[in-house]
Each structure stands twice: as C-alpha cells, then as structure tokens.
Nanobody, 114 residues
C-alpha cells in the first residue's frame, strides 16, 4: 500500500504560480496529477514515468511535472494560472503492471481568481 500526501494548494490571482507537491510513502514508478472542477469529471493533467513526464494539451507550456532525486516526491509547477484551472488537484500513482491508477491522495484545492 502506498500513501500519497499532497500539499501546496491555495488561492492565487490569474497569472500567478503555485507548486504542488506529492510525497509517496515509497517509490512507485508512475505518478500523476489529476484535477476535478465543480460539476465536472476528474481529468488527468500530467504524469511521469520514472523521470520522464508530460502534460495534457490544455496546460502544456504552463504546467510542468517533475520528480525529485529521491524519486518519492513529485511536483506540479503551475505557472500563468487561469481561472479555469480552479479545481481540486489529486496526486495518483500506479505500478508498471497496473492498468488503473491505484493510489490516490486526499486532494488539494487550487483557486484562481480573475
């Protein structure tokens, strides 16, 4: 069982930046960030396999996912934030042999005001 703990959410004005952190209780190969806005389905934002990560088109060029050298902490650097980025952001993880995201954090709120 892997526990994930997110931190770093908050409230910012449009154009601002936030960095989310997700600490895993042990190394797990694939980690990702999802978000869920009110009344909408949860969507993936970024994922990292090993040390190679990527983001979805809607945040490309603004968000960056990375993993620290210990490989148990994953970051989501969010720049040029827009009001539509407002959501609860969740960290998730799965092993290479798992087809679904198995482990989830509790979520952290990100609110971007115009």
């Amino acid at each position: 069982q892997v526990q994930l703990v997110e931190s770093g959410g908050g409230s910012v004005q449009a154009g601002g930046s936030l960095r989310l952190s997700c600490v895993a209780s042990s190394f797990i190969y694939i980690m990702g960030w999802f978000r869920q806005a009110p009344g909408q389905e949860r969507e993936i934002v970024a994922s990292i396999t090993g040390v190679s990560g990527g983001t979805v088109d809607s945040v490309k060029g603004r968000f960056t996912i990375s993993r620290d050298t210990s490989k148990t902490t994953v970051y989501l650097q969010m720049n040029s934030l827009k009001p539509e980025d407002t959501a609860v952001y969740y960290c998730a993880a799965r092993s290479l042999n798992q087809h679904e995201w198995t482990y989830w954090g509790q979520g952290t709120q990100v609110t971007v005001s115009s």
